[in-house]
């Protein structure tokens, strides 16, 4: 990140059932996790966003961790109802070096539907 900049991190995640099993799909950053149970969908997701969130950082391209889903993914987001919120725990260490501030997680339950025919 340029000298003196900062940025204020929110995530949106929908959350829907596949083949038997919970989708925990970040939008803001397209990632995605999955398992039996939303919150192990949601563990998953929490384990790919670390890694990118450090390679990221590694590769000194903090551009990369920002990169939306598709727009079915906003779209299902808008027509589920709500089932989360909370604030992301992050290690000091890791956001002084991007000098950023994550601020809160808000998850949608998506169920069914066409959405064509919306």
């Known amino acids: 990140m340029r000298e003196g900049r900062s940025f204020r991190l929110s995530l949106r995640i929908v959350f829907y059932r596949e083949d038997g099993d919970w989708i925990a799909h970040c939008l803001e950053t397209d990632l995605i996790g999955d398992g039996p149970t939303m919150r192990e969908a949601l563990d998953s997701l929490w384990d790919a966003t670390i890694i990118q969130f450090d390679a990221s950082l590694r590769w ?52 069914g539907g066409d959405l064509a025919a919306v």
Do not use: C, Q
């Open 60 to 111: 000194k391209t903090p551009a990369n961790f920002f990169l939306p889903a598709p727009g079915r993914s906003f779209e299902m987001y808008a027509l589920g109802r709500d089932v989360a919120r909370a604030e992301m725990d992050v290690p000091a260490e890791r956001l002084a070096e991007i000098d950023g501030d994550l601020d809160e997680i808000t998850g949608r339950e998506y169920v």
